[in-house]
């Protein structure tokens, strides 16, 4: 049985458009370039090889697309409770004893991206935030060393 994945309903349509692209018209054009490159024959055609491994990326991300649409749980922005963080939050964080603060937002694991503070439920610092509210306190080990942070909102 495969794991739910929880996903914001703009990741959802966003993976959806992807996966229409693939099935409708990248993956017809790279059946083009196979058939197109046949005619050159198969030993030491460069063409052909490149477009058989094109072919082969496609479809293997269809089928991992396939999978996550499959599994997917839409988060209800809506639903979530405002004063609890949960999975779908943005969470306003500061560093102390710094004072720096970073946002970060807890995301299903298909929408992942630390460079845009997109993290997921399993992360070490999702793991400590969730269930929190405004104003707690948590610690979080990194590999540099234990990090407290302060929660300064939740949206």
Known sequence: MQKKQSLTAARLEKLQDELDDLK???????IAR?????????IEN????????DQGFIEGRILTLENILQNAEVIDQSKLNEKIIEVGHTV????????????????GSAEVDPLEGKISPESPIAKQMLG????????????????LFLIVSIS
Request: charged residues 35%; contains cysteine.
């Open 132 to 147: 929190k509210q405004v104003g707690d306190e948590i610690k979080v080990r990194t590999p540099n060393g234990e990090m």
């Open 34 to 42: 196979v058939k197109a490159s046949r005619c050159f024959g198969l």
């Open 24 to 30: 409708n018209v990248k993956r017809k054009e790279v």
């Open 92 to 107: 306003l964080v500061q560093e102390l004893p710094d004072g720096e603060n970073e946002t970060f937002s807890i995301v």
């Open 46 to 53: 460069t063409d052909y090889q490149t477009a058989r491994e």
